[in-house]
């Protein structure tokens, strides 16, 4: 280690299971030293999450719904309460009704659009507002994206709307919030097969797809999601802000499917 997050308070918001990716940023956060708080989202999560924070010496501050505004306040308290500040911020959440995350875009609901854009989208915007008060010496801020944002991807549907959307917000954030030195990036990660991912009709096929097509030729980790998240949140990446980053093998460099790619 060489201690590029020693000093530094961060929040992690998403942690679901041991594969999930905000685990994976976690884990390099604490290799670097780094403190941690860490929410869940419901007891069921908390039997998860509890064990997975003894491992990296972090703090569960609690339950956390997006949905639920209370829920926020409460987590937010208790990191003042722990800490008095907070130098970085992740937020790797997102949601959308899995029969939606099928079959074609165009028959999406207006109530899975909205709850969609609320949590996959709005809440990053909502988990700002409440972390800029307490990075009184600036600070970095982090949210997931994909690819479906900017290509139509099989399935992918109105989570990709929804993560253009997020995106864009990355850069209202990064404006709104440079005046106070508070950074606001993303990772686009590659695809990775976890729990939310799960969701989404041929995730298998996606996966085989990516690992023939991109330059590296294979699909990426969570570890090496979060060895990238090190650069955004750290004081190496402190004149970066606004940035949608991939961390995908290469895969959004690439127009058309290699010529010597197997069939799947
Ligand atoms: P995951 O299932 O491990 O994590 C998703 C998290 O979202 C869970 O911890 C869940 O509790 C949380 N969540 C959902 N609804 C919530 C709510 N209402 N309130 C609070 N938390 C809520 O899956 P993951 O793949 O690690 O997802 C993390 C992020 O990475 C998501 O934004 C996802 O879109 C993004 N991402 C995933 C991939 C992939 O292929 N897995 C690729 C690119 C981006």
Redesign the pocket.
């Known amino acids: 280690s060489r201690g590029l997050m020693a000093g530094k308070r961060g929040l992690i ?5 041991n ?5 994976g940023i976690a884990k390099a956060c604490a290799s670097e030293g780094a403190s941690l708080a860490l ?4 007891e069921a ?1 908390k039997k998860r999450v509890d064990p997975l924070s003894q491992e990296l010496g972090a703090t569960v501050v609690g339950h ?5 505004e209370a829920s926020l306040d409460a987590v937010f308290e208790e990191c003042r309460k722990l800490w008095g500040g907070l130098d970085f911020l992740v ?5 959308s009704d899995k029969e939606q995350l099928d079959g074609r875009y165009v028959d999406t609901t207006a109530d899975n659009f909205n709850k969609t854009m609320f ?2 989208c709005y ?1 990053f915007t909502s988990i700002a507002q409440r972390a800029e008060k307490l990075m009184g010496d600036g600070g970095s801020m982090l ?5 479906g944002a900017e290509k139509v991807m099989p399935h992918y549907n109105v ?1 990709g709307v929804a ?1 253009a959307a997020l995106e864009a917000s990355v850069r209202y954030l990064a404006v709104d919030l440079g005046a106070r030195n508070i950074r606001v990036n993303a ?11 799960s969701g ?1 009709g041929d ?1 298998r096929y996606i996966l085989k797809w990516n690992e023939y097509n991109a330059p590296l030729k294979r699909t990426v980790t ?1 570890d090496e999601v979060g060895q990238s998240a090190l650069y955004l949140l750290s004081d190496m990446g402190r004149a970066v802000t606004g940035e949608v980053h991939h961390v995908d093998s290469g895969y959004h460099v690439v127009g058309m499917k290699s010529v010597d790619a197997p069939d799947i």
């Not at 918001?13 to 299971?17: H, L, P, T, V």
């Not at 594969?19 to 685990?23: E, G, K, L, T, V």
């Not at 937020?91 to 949601?95: G, L, M, V």
């Open positions: 918001m998403g942690i679901a299971n594969r999930s990716i905000a685990w929410t869940y989202q419901g999560l956390c719904d997006v949905t639920d937020h790797a959440i997102a949601f949590i996959s809440s949210t997931l994206t994909y690819y989570m993560k990772l686009s990660a590659g695809p990775i097969k976890t729990l939310a991912a989404i995730f969570i």
